[in-house]
């Protein structure tokens, strides 16, 4: 069954005051979408934007409402899809297990609950021919979260 979360329905009203400031999570998880999605390739229409599935490693989970608040913060970039696992994301009867939608598909490791600057391990895929694990620095400054740094993780780790 396939359970995949489409955020555009929890963006509506998500948030009841829009000055209210994004969660330390939620802007981990935006900062993390942004800096992948920048070093991809451009989708081929620049009026249709690019799929990108988000997916907890490793049986964690990620909030119902930071879902929310990623999407609402990202809905203008890209159509951002969250599943509870990677192969709600994955078409796995076809051939090289693609991404559905021709996506991309972000497995997130476990957030940390605290520090500054901390890391982060994340697998990007497309195929099982085409995937990288990069561990992410990220750090707190004057307007929120960023990608400070990035290592890519030789066979994957």
């Given at each position: ?127 099982e021919r ?8 990220l750090a ?18």
């Amino acid at each position: 069954m396939l359970t995949v979360v489409s955020v555009a329905a929890l963006v509506a009203g998500c948030r009841d005051d829009e000055t209210a400031p994004v969660s330390r999570d939620a802007q981990v998880y935006v900062a993390t979408v942004r800096d992948v999605v920048d070093d991809q390739p451009a989708p081929e229409d620049p009026d249709v934007l690019p799929v990108v599935y988000v997916a907890p490693a490793a049986r964690g989970e990620i909030p119902a409402d930071v879902q929310a608040e990623v999407a609402e913060e990202l809905h203008d970039e890209v159509d951002l899809r969250f599943a509870d696992e990677r192969d709600e994301a994955v078409l796995t009867e076809e051939d090289g297990l693609p991404v559905r939608a021709e996506g991309l598909l972000l497995v997130v490791g476990e957030l940390p609950e605290a520090g500054d600057p901390i890391e982060m391990r994340i697998e990007i895929y497309r195929s099982e021919r085409n995937w990288s694990v990069v561990d992410l620095t990220l750090a707190n400054g004057s307007s929120g979260w960023s990608v400070t740094g990035s290592t890519v993780v030789p066979d994957g780790g």
